[in-house]
């Protein structure tokens, strides 16, 4: 898998005939390796070890209705209370981020309503703040701690 623009990390990883699969430490399951679970994998690691955000909290490929269709939200992030905090959407690395990208993760946060919202490839990581007075985001410098997004609630 290509070397993506995070921390390395020593994954769960086994072939089973022509199928090659990752370990899931938020499902606690294997799934197979695609290049948009390489990325996924390795932003939940990420956020799991680097900036302290609870596996206890975070739901990967969480299934919601919007507009009358199914969807599936790469990565969601709740407070102890169950409010999601972070909604972040995961592309492959090959894949480029763009507007469209952005517009997906805001139409799944309409949902949501979480605080912030994240966009990765692996390569490239973006992170904004909901403001639900104004219906507007704001682009971050960096991606939050847990704490930062929690109130200081550390699940």
Not at 10 to 23: H, R, V
Not at 57 to 79: A, P
Not at 136 to 145: A, G, R, S, V
Request: hydrophobic share 35%.
């Amino acid at each position: 898998m290509e070397k993506l623009n995070l921390p390395q990390y020593d994954y769960n990883i086994k072939t089973d005939g022509q199928n090659t699969y990752i370990f899931d430490i938020i499902r606690k399951k294997y799934l197979v390796l695609t290049p948009e679970e390489w990325v996924r994998q390795n932003f939940v690691h990420y956020l799991v070890e680097h900036l302290h955000y609870p596996t206890s909290l975070m739901m990967t490929e969480n299934g919601l209705k919007l507009f009358n269709t199914q969807k599936r939200s790469d990565i969601v992030v709740y407070d102890r209370n169950g409010n999601p905090l972070a909604v972040v959407e995961c592309k492959a690395a090959d894949v480029k981020i763009t507007q469209e990208t952005f517009n997906q993760v805001a139409r799944y946060n309409i949902k949501f309503k979480a605080p912030v919202i994240m966009v990765t490839n692996g390569l490239q990581h973006y992170c904004a703040r909901f403001d639900a007075e104004t219906s507007k985001y704001t682009f971050l410098k960096e991606i939050p701690q847990y704490g930062d997004i929690s109130g200081g609630r550390q699940g």
